[in-house]
């Protein structure tokens, strides 16, 4: 049952922000980072594998995961929740879709100008000189769980290429960072989306919508209870919410046009 405050909040709202993370990529059948290492990779904890040292000690392990995790996102489609995302940037003055997710699935969806908090598994760059490999990286051969992958080398200086993600420890891209801030203060309204929001500095965002006056809106099967007022909680998978909101706000069905 979405409440009607919420739906009046968001008919009116004039900037919106949407702000996801791994499970709004779940039902493309994408892991969610937590759940990540399926599989053989059960072996490995995913937090000890994307970080700068494990790379240093084991690249052909590291660049072997982000290999399979290529596969899977090359493989997959994106779901309702993904296109819901699309629709709503259109009936809103002004859009703003912040992701932490490194897959494409949302400009597969329709959506553009999308910010990437913590880059994109496609855009590998060099360990060593940082320059951003301008090979395009060949369609992986259906890597196994847990097989290791030797990088290949950057054209410039010979060092091992690594994926253009954001690590623990390393800064967010301040470009990123500092629109996804600016908009989360601007908007009236932000839904957060298939997010544990325990990685920072990107957990910031809603926070930020959520003091500077916006409404906030939470959409996760393992959403906790509302704490606040000005907040929402819609508790369940985000392509059948989102979907449900955009129809009881807008009355408009997902692919319907015109
Ligand atoms: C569904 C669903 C369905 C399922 N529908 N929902 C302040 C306090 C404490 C620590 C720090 C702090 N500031 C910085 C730190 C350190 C660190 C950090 O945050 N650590 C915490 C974990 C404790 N942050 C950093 O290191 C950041 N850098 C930084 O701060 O630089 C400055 C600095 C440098 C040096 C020293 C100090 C400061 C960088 C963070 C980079 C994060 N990178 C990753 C990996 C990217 C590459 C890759 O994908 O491999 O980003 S980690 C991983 O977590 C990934 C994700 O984008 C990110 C967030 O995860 P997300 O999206 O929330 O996914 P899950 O899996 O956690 O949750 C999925 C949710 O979906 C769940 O809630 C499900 O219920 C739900 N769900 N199905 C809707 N169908
Ligand atoms: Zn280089």
């Given amino acids: 049952m979405i409440?009607?405050?919420?739906?009046?909040?968001?008919?009116?709202?004039?900037?919106?922000?949407?702000f996801t993370g791994a499970g709004v990529s779940a039902e493309s059948g994408i892991p969610t980072?937590?759940?990540?290492l399926t599989g053989l990779w059960q072996r490995f904890d995913p937090a000890a594998?994307?970080?700068?040292?494990?790379?240093?000690?084991?690249?052909a392990l590291v660049w072997g995961w982000y290999e399979w995790r290529r596969m899977k996102v090359l493989q997959a489609q994106p779901n309702p929740a993904h296109h819901a995302i699309a629709e709503l940037a259109r009936h809103?003055?002004?859009?703003?879709?912040?992701?932490?997710?490194?897959?494409?699935?949302?400009?597969?969806?329709?959506?553009?100008?999308?910010?990437?908090?913590?880059?994109?598994?496609?855009?590998?760059?060099?360990?060593?000189?940082?320059?951003?490999?301008?090979?395009?990286?060949?369609?992986?051969?259906e890597p196994e769980d847990g097989r290791r992958v030797e990088p290949p080398r950057c054209t410039h200086c010979g060092g091992r290429l690594r994926p253009g993600v954001v690590w623990f420890g390393e800064s967010l891209p301040a470009t990123a960072l500092n629109a996804a801030f600016d908009a989360a203060r601007r908007c009236d309204l932000l839904i957060?989306?298939?997010?544990?929001?325990?990685?920072?500095p990107a957990a910031e965002v809603p926070h930020l919508a959520w003091t500077s006056g916006?409404?906030?809106?939470?959409?996760?099967?393992?959403?906790?209870?509302?704490?606040?007022?000005?907040?929402f909680v819609l508790r369940g998978?985000?392509?059948?919410?989102?979907?449900?909101?955009?129809?009881?706000?807008?009355?408009?069905?997902?692919?319907?046009?015109?």
Avoid: K, M, W
Wanted: glycine share 6%.
């Fill in 92 to 141: 809103v003055a002004e859009f703003t879709l912040i992701t932490q997710n490194v897959d494409d699935l949302h400009e597969r969806a329709g959506s553009d100008a999308v910010i990437h908090l913590h880059g994109s598994l496609q855009q590998p760059c060099c360990f060593a000189c940082a320059r951003s490999s301008t090979t395009p990286l060949a369609v992986p051969n």
């Fill in 237 to 258: 998978p985000a392509g059948e919410e989102l979907p449900e909101l955009l129809r009881q706000a807008f009355g408009r069905a997902l692919g319907a046009r015109g």
């Fill in 192 to 200: 957060s989306v298939g997010t544990s929001g325990v990685v920072y």
């Fill in 33 to 36: 980072f937590r759940d990540a």
């Fill in 214 to 231: 916006a409404v906030v809106v939470h959409i996760n099967p393992q959403a906790a209870a509302r704490q606040a007022e000005r907040e």
């Fill in 49 to 59: 594998l994307a970080t700068p040292e494990a790379f240093r000690r084991d690249p």
């Fill in 3 to 18: 409440p009607s405050s919420l739906l009046t909040a968001l008919r009116s709202a004039r900037r919106l922000v949407v």
